[in-house]
Structure formats: C-alpha cells, structure tokens
C-alpha cells in the first residue's frame, strides 16, 4: 500500500501564476478529501468527493480555487490566480466511505506565493 | 452544526509524566470518533479510533473511550516520552454525510 502521494511536495510560485497540485488517493477508497493547514486557521476543509463527484465545496475559499477528480486515481486542486494568502500546506487524504473508516493522509504540498 | 472542541495547547511535560488531552464533541446522529498524531513536516496519521459508545481505541501505549454520556473522546497516556512530541487531533466522523471534522489541534512536547 503505497498510501496517499501528492505532488509536487514543494511549490513556490509568482502571486498571479496558476498553481495546479496532484493528489493519487490509495486504491479502492472512494472518498477524497482537500484540506489546506496554515497556523492562523488550522486544519480547513475545501472539498471532498464520494466516487468521483463532489459532495461539498462549501470550503473553498473563493472562485479562484477549483478541484476536480476525474477517475477513481486521480485529483487535481487548482488555483487561479494565485496570491499570497494561498501559502499554506494543502492535504489530500483519501478513505472508503463508511463512518468507521479513518482518513489516510499525504504528506502534503508546501505552497508558497511570492 | 457539528463540532469538536480540544483542551488549548501547548502542553509541556517532563518524561514518564502522564498525558490527558481533552475532547468533546457535539453531533446530531452517531459518529465515529478518532484520534490522530502530526509530526514536523508530514501528514495527519491515524492514532486510533471508536465507532460506538463505551468503545476504547488503543495504540502504541495511547487510549481513548468514546463516552456518549458526555460527548467526550479524552487521550491518554501513562507515561509519555520525548517521541510523542507532536499536534494531536481529536476528530469526528458524522454518520450522515462521512464528512471529517476536527479540532483545532494540540500541541504537545515532551522534555527530557
């Protein structure tokens, strides 16, 4: 089980540029989560999807920011324009959906906007 | 709404001290409670957990009781060593929707 990868692990990038990060969820999990960390907010959730199809992206910040998952294996969490504020650490975390399953985290992307 | 509430950090004890974080939650339905651990620069992983009430999650010395009564998930460890330095989080999981909430993260260090 290769757990959860996300890329890259570090990204720093122009305020103004598109930022795009990758996340591969472990095979078989049907549920995907997009947190975002910074020590001002903490742990906040974007979005998450149940096979495939989001479910509630009450979280994402603004129209900037967009997810999509386009098969089981593969998400991708987009933000357009970037700009400062958007520095943080951003998780994806896969599980199956069922209320007991735990949720299995990646190691993260470090986002800095200059 | 849902929610979980965690004790404010930082906690700071001396070694072979015993650790209690406290956590209450408050949901509408029956949710599955779980504990995770953060160390520098990785992911949240996963501590242990409970699905139903008088449940006891366990793992690597760290207890848990899910406890209906009082909506609490407390942690607990009997003696704590400088390797579990780390923000723990305290987290519910709603029957409804499957979605996560969490607390605000404690930070805990342990001196030598």
């Known amino acids: 089980d290769a757990g959860v990868i996300q890329s890259p692990r570090h990204e720093v990038t122009e305020m103004g540029q598109e930022v795009t990060l990758r996340c591969k969820p472990i095979s078989g999990h049907n549920s995907l989560f997009w947190y975002r960390q910074t020590m001002m907010r903490g742990l906040e959730l974007l979005i998450y999807f149940n096979n495939n199809v989001p479910i509630d992206d009450s979280g994402m910040p603004e129209d900037r920011f967009s997810a999509k998952m386009p098969n089981a294996s593969f998400s991708t969490l987009k933000i357009q324009p970037s700009e400062p504020r958007d520095s943080a650490v951003y998780f994806c975390?896969?599980?199956?959906?069922?209320?007991?399953?735990?949720?299995?985290f990646g190691n993260g992307t470090r986002l800095t906007v200059t | 709404g849902d929610s979980v509430t965690q004790m404010e950090g930082p906690v700071t004890l001396s070694e072979e001290a015993f650790l209690t974080i406290n956590c209450t939650y408050t949901a509408t339905g029956y949710p599955s409670l779980f504990w995770y651990v953060q160390y520098p620069g990785e992911g949240l992983q996963l501590l242990l957990k409970a699905t139903k009430a008088d449940d006891k999650g366990s793992n690597k010395g760290f207890e848990a009781t899910y406890r209906k009564e009082t909506t609490s998930f407390h942690l607990e460890k009997g003696s704590v060593q400088v390797s579990d330095s780390a923000v723990y989080f305290c987290?519910?999981?709603?029957?409804?929707?499957?979605?996560?909430?969490f607390g605000t993260g404690t930070r805990l260090k342990v001196l030598a």
């Open positions: 987290a519910l999981r709603t029957s409804g929707t499957y979605k996560y909430i």
């Open positions: 975390a896969s599980s199956f959906a069922d209320r007991g399953s735990p949720l299995h």
